[in-house]
């Protein structure tokens, strides 16, 4: 059984989470459903981690049942002073194996940028708008 405060991986060998946190497997620990987070669940909400999730969903071919839990990705921290730092996602129950603190590797956080925490940058401009020209 899945549970909020508890700590587990991610299971599989994800390239998003690879990319984004320099390992497939990063630790996650769980806030809750989506559902008792966000009214409707994650389709219902236009917002970075739903958007991020929902493009996950269909890229890497995630389970359509089952639940979607919402929590943090820790990462190393940035500067050798400061404190590790948590990355919200939304992730499929089927995507979580629970791990102990001795199994703890903090992800990097060297590749998060703005761009990779919204894709909506990254989507492009809006179309240009049409204009006719005369026929006179």
Known sequence: MIEAGKRYRIRG???Y????????????????????IWPGGWK??????CIIYGWRNGVELLPT????????IFCSPIT???SPVGWGELV???ELEPIGWDELELASSENITFEKS?????RGAAPPKETKEDED
């Open 13 to 15: 060998n994800s390239d």
């Open 17 to 36: 989470f690879r990319e984004k946190y320099g390992i497939p497997n990063p630790p996650f620990i769980i806030r809750g459903e989506d559902t008792e």
């Open 44 to 49: 219902e909400w236009d917002i970075a981690v």
């Open 65 to 72: 049942n089952g639940k979607v839990y919402y929590g943090h």
């Open 80 to 82: 050798p002073d400061s």
């Open 92 to 94: 499929h129950q089927e």
């Open 118 to 122: 919204d894709p909506g940058l990254i």
